[in-house]
């Protein structure tokens, strides 16, 4: 740390922001995982610059969001958003507490929604 405090004025003010990736071990300190989820987006975004409404590009964001929370929280993606469409249709209260029922994370979520981790993936987590 003294070495850093000799170079500049402006890493002395950087350092104690990344103290914490030195404390706390299972931070990651790049963003790799969040950009391979939107890269299937990215390499598609020609096709969908000409929605035809701002609304439908609103609703393509919402359900491309939707499907990599899925993904994120080790769902069945195809049995997850029938489940979703299924259950949105019988609310008759669509309150935030039935709502967040629903949400990828929920406990509340049918086993068989979700995708079994091998001991080796459930490791890397």
Request: net charge positive.
């Amino acid at each position: 740390m003294a070495y850093v405090k000799r170079r500049s004025p402006k890493r002395i003010k950087i350092l104690p922001n990344f103290l914490i990736f030195l404390e706390n071990g299972t931070l990651e300190i790049d963003n790799n995982g969040a950009e391979r989820s939107i890269k299937p987006f990215i390499i598609g975004r020609k096709n969908w610059l000409f929605s035809a409404s701002s609304k439908g590009a609103d609703s393509s964001a919402l359900l491309y969001s939707i499907i990599e929370t899925a993904k994120l929280n080790h769902l069945a993606v195809e049995k997850y958003l029938l489940y979703l469409m299924d259950e949105l249709s019988k609310l008759q209260n669509k309150d935030k507490s039935s709502l967040s029922q629903l949400l990828p994370w929920a406990s509340e979520l049918p086993k068989e929604l979700k995708i079994e981790l091998k001991k080796d993936q459930s490791s890397k987590r």
